[in-house]
């Protein structure tokens, strides 16, 4: 019995190769880099999708794939919105996903959150939905569709590096949940909102804002050491560290880093960040001496994001805005080559009187 699946094969995937103890993320064959630079969120997306999505994708007809369907998303904003718009955030991005049809295509089911993400801030503010402009990357026009006015192209640059940044990282737990539900033929919108649920959770993607939150009780410099024994002794756990598969530096979190640097003066609480970020990991390796934990990359999400403009309650959304073309490539590619996925349980509770 292995509770947690840790190191089970359960599929054989051509998306992203992840080695965690060689700080290795490959996307069909490119390195992180190479992709963030050169890809982009919808060159990356293109690449994914390729063969899956249809044949001869590239960054151009995903982006004007995508831009299509953030038409059709807005359009569809009268169907859920008034419903949603008096919930947390997090559970009315759950009805935004839930009202995309089953018969809907990739971009379609992905295109769905920057609408819906962006529609749902501006109500809570009491501000209309902007429409989209398709003509614009979902970086850039999310940022759009959030304020009014076109971003900055710094902004932009940023955002889009982070969503390439996480738009796969292999079987993460998310990924499987939408494998699983691809498995039994369910649709591809509900592999999306499976995927979207198993994200939510704080082991997995809804750690960023708990960053934001632990460097805001630290408050400054002299009081990093005395709050992170106090958790640690409390049997907390540090948000922004940590990783099943990472146990060396995840390239991710300073593909990251770097590109909250390029923000320049607009990168906001890098240093003290910085600073935590050590004094957190000398105090994980005093508590846990053999076990390998690592700076995550939520970590620097959550100051990317916050630098961003975003607030910590759209951290996990945005996530699952990046991740969605992951989840819909492992969908695909499980639905053409995979089988039914359904494992076993060791059943460990009382017998019949008979038995
Ligand atoms: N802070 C304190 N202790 C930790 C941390 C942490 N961040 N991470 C692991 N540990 C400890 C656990 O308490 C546990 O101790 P124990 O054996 O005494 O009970 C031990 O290390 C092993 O922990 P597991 O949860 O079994 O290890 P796993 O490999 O499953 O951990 C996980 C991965 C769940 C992400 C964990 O590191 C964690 O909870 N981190 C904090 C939350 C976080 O940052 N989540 C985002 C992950 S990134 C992502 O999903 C995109």
């Known amino acids: 019995m292995n509770s947690g699946l840790e190191g089970v094969i359960a599929a054989e995937t051509v998306l992203t190769h992840v080695d965690g103890a060689r700080g290795i993320w490959w996307l069909r064959g490119h390195g992180l880099a190479e992709v963030i630079a050169e890809h982009g969120y919808e060159g990356a997306t293109a690449l994914l999708w390729q063969g899956f999505a249809g044949e001869g994708l590239d960054r151009a007809r995903i982006q004007s794939a995508f831009g299509a369907g953030r038409v059709a998303a807005f359009a569809r904003l009268p169907l859920w919105l008034d419903a949603a718009r008096r919930l947390p955030l997090a559970e009315a991005v759950r009805l935004a996903l839930a009202a995309v049809a089953d018969e809907s295509a990739p971009a379609g089911i992905a295109a769905a959150l920057p609408v819906g993400i962006a529609a749902l801030l501006r109500s809570r503010a009491g501000d ?38 996480v738009i796969d990282n292999g079987l993460a737990a998310s990924t499987f949940a939408a494998r699983v539900i691809a498995s039994t033929r369910a649709s591809l919108a509900a592999a999306v909102l499976g995927g979207y649920c198993a994200l939510t959770g704080p082991l997995h ?35 922004g560290f940590g990783h099943r598969v990472w146990r060396g530096r995840d390239p991710r979190a300073d593909a990251l880093k770097a590109a909250l640097e390029r923000l320049g003066p607009d990168r906001g609480r890098i240093g003290f960040a910085e600073a935590v970020e050590r004094r957190a990991l000398a105090a994980l390796q005093r508590k846990k001496p053999g076990r390998p934990i690592e700076t995550n990359v939520e970590f620097y999400t959550a100051l990317l994001l916050e630098a961003v403009g975003l607030p910590r309650d759209a951290f996990t959304p945005v996530f699952a805005l990046a991740r969605s073309a992951g989840w819909l490539a492992h969908a695909l590619e499980q639905q053409k080559t995979g089988r039914l996925i359904r494992p076993a349980a060791a059943y460990i509770g009382p017998k019949p009187q008979a038995a």
């Open 128 to 165: 209309p939905p902007v429409a989209p402009d398709p003509t614009l990357t979902t970086a850039a026009d999310f940022l759009r569709m959030l304020s009014g006015d076109r971003p900055a192209p710094a902004s932009a640059a940023a955002l889009d590096a982070y969503l390439t940044t």
């Open 205 to 239: 993607g809804g750690a960023p804002g708990p960053v934001l939150d632990m460097l805001d009780e630290i408050g400054d410099a002299a009081g990093i050491d005395a709050w992170l024994e106090q958790k640690l002794a409390e049997g907390e756990r540090l948000m």
